[in-house]
């Protein structure tokens, strides 16, 4: 089986690092194309790790086990820092590199994608099968649909009973949503922002309480746009 790296790399778009974004699929889909009498279905899924996407490749595998191939792409990481491709017995480089390609065209991180083959009995050549299986992906990554994940942190506040309620509206006013109040001898207000907006949160959060709330942040983690 063949098993490529690639080095990691912007691919532009929300798919790129610094927008603290990427996209990926919502769930398992599957979308079939025909060329020249050959059968190309492309299933995607989200992957988050290596072994998520090695998983969902085995499982494919499996449901096809009279295909002609079965190759393979997945990008792993927000920042892509995982690429690998198989061709799985194509001539070299026509079929799991076009994949990944595409993949990275669109802006995909956390995102595995199998192509299965039925041979019709046609030989498409190198260029025919680059365009087969890069086409495959495009098109199952259309009728899929993509959505956003964006980079976001925990941020826990506590403020005086006094200010609680003037902030929490607020915060709802400026787009963080409250994920809970906690009433005691002072106010724990728990919400999410940006990964990136940490600094001007906390200005933001020193200027609306006059410097009487304090916050700690916690985690990243990838969550809906």
């Given at each position: 089986?063949?098993?490529?790296?690639?080095?990691?790399?912007?691919?532009?778009?929300?798919?790129?690092?610094?927008?603290?974004?990427?996209?990926?699929?919502?769930?398992?889909?599957?979308?079939?194309?025909?060329?020249?009498?050959?059968?190309?279905?492309?299933?995607?899924?989200?992957?988050?790790?290596?072994?998520?996407?090695?998983?969902?490749?085995?499982?494919?595998r499996a449901r096809h086990p009279d295909a002609t191939h079965n190759c393979w792409a997945y990008v792993i990481g927000a920042d892509a820092a995982v690429q690998r491709s198989s061709d799985d017995g194509e001539p070299g480089g026509t079929a799991g590199p076009p994949m990944l390609q595409m993949l990275l065209r669109r802006g995909m991180r956390?995102?595995?994608?199998?192509?299965?083959?039925?041979?019709?009995?046609?030989?498409?050549?190198?260029?025919?099968?680059?365009?087969?299986?890069?086409?495959?992906?495009?098109?199952?990554?259309?009728?899929?649909?993509?959505?956003?994940?964006?980079?976001?942190?925990?941020?826990?506040?506590?403020?005086?009973?006094?200010?609680?309620?003037?902030?929490?509206?607020?915060?709802?006013?400026?787009?963080?949503?409250?994920?809970?109040?906690?009433?005691?001898?002072?106010?724990?207000?728990?919400?999410?922002?940006?990964?990136?907006?940490?600094?001007?949160?906390?200005?933001?959060?020193?200027?609306?309480?006059?410097?009487?709330?304090?916050?700690?942040?916690?985690?990243?983690?990838?969550?809906?746009?």
């Amino acid at each position: 089986m063949r098993d490529q790296r690639h080095p990691t790399g912007p691919a532009g778009g929300d798919g790129r690092p610094e927008d603290d974004r990427y996209l990926t699929v919502a769930g398992e889909s599957v979308h079939e194309t025909e060329v020249n009498r050959s059968r190309f279905r492309c299933t995607l899924a989200p992957a988050n790790t290596v072994a998520e996407a090695e998983e969902f490749i085995a499982r494919v595998r499996a449901r096809h086990p009279d295909a002609t191939h079965n190759c393979w792409a997945y990008v792993i990481g927000a920042d892509a820092a995982v690429q690998r491709s198989s061709d799985d017995g194509e001539p070299g480089g026509t079929a799991g590199p076009p994949m990944l390609q595409m993949l990275l065209r669109r802006g995909m991180r956390c995102t595995a994608a199998v192509v299965t083959r039925y041979f019709g009995g046609v030989r498409l050549g190198a260029g025919g099968l680059i365009r087969a299986y890069g086409g495959a992906v495009g098109e199952a990554l259309d009728a899929a649909g993509t959505v956003t994940r964006r980079r976001m942190r925990r941020a826990v506040i506590t403020v005086g009973h006094d200010r609680a309620g003037k902030l929490e509206n607020e915060l709802r006013a400026a787009g963080h949503p409250v994920h809970s109040v906690t009433y005691g001898s002072r106010v724990t207000i728990e919400t999410a922002l940006p990964g990136s907006a940490a600094g001007a949160f906390l200005a933001w959060l020193a200027d609306a309480t006059a410097g009487t709330a304090r916050a700690a942040l916690g985690p990243e983690w990838y969550g809906p746009s």
